[in-house]
């Protein structure tokens, strides 16, 4: 079945670079994404990356994959204060609903 | 903001009872998904709904429904409610031939 883990916490100084990482089990997932949930509220998707890619950029977001491994990463360059929220990867097995990781709670010290 | 809307934003509820959540997907947007986030379970895909069938299920239990009507708007129906099923319930909706999944702002449950 479809596993997907990610390390509980992660704390980084205001400036500095933050990466996040993910792996998962189920090798037919088309798709892997990054969802942010800021505290009292709902998911919102930051990034996705194709499965044939390895990377992908977007302005301050570096998404990598690596596929032998099954290990994704999202790398947040220049973190700020408002980058304090819980990150969670997810796949889609092909059957298009989403099973994500536990989430990983981003602290950003000023 | 995603587009997709959830009401009511808070529930509080009794052991026993039932309540009826609501989603409004994306203007167009055919998919729905029911999700709920626990703190002992995380984040677990419960249904999907496709312009009004049902297409998918994960770990629903039978004391929850859903449907989906003609103006593709959601609802998932909880019964019997026990004090584990205190959790945020999301919805997302998706576009036909879209990769992405947007969700709303969640609904609040607790039961006391």
């Known amino acids: 079945g479809e596993d997907v883990e990610q390390s509980l916490f992660l704390s980084v100084r205001e400036g500095d670079s933050s990466v996040i990482n993910c792996t998962y089990t189920?090798?037919?997932?088309?798709?892997l994404y990054w969802y942010k949930q800021e505290p009292g509220a709902g998911l919102q998707l930051l990034t996705y990356i194709f499965s044939n890619m390895d990377m992908k950029q977007d302005q301050r977001l570096t998404v990598l994959l690596n596929k032998k491994d099954k290990h994704l990463s999202l790398r947040i360059a220049d973190t700020q204060t408002g980058d304090s929220a819980i990150y969670f990867c997810a796949e889609n097995p092909g059957a298009n609903n989403l099973f994500f990781g536990t989430g990983t709670r981003l602290t950003v010290i000023p | 903001d995603s587009g997709v809307t959830q009401t009511p934003k808070h529930l509080i509820t009794a052991t026993g009872q039932r309540v009826t959540l609501r989603c409004s997907p994306r203007?167009?947007?055919?998919?729905v998904y029911w999700y709920q986030q626990s703190l002992d379970q995380g984040l677990q895909f419960l249904i999907q709904?496709?312009?009004?069938?049902?297409?998918a299920k994960g770990n629903i239990l039978e004391r929850f429904s859903a449907q989906q009507f003609p103006d593709l708007h959601s609802e998932l129906n909880l019964s019997s409610l026990e004090l584990g099923d205190s959790a945020l319930y999301f919805c997302a909706s998706r576009g036909q031939g879209e990769n992405e999944q947007f969700f709303g702002p969640g609904t609040r449950l607790t039961v006391l």
């Open positions: 203007s167009g947007d055919l998919s």
């Open positions: 709904y496709y312009n009004g069938e049902e297409r």
């Open positions: 189920d090798s037919s997932s088309t798709y």
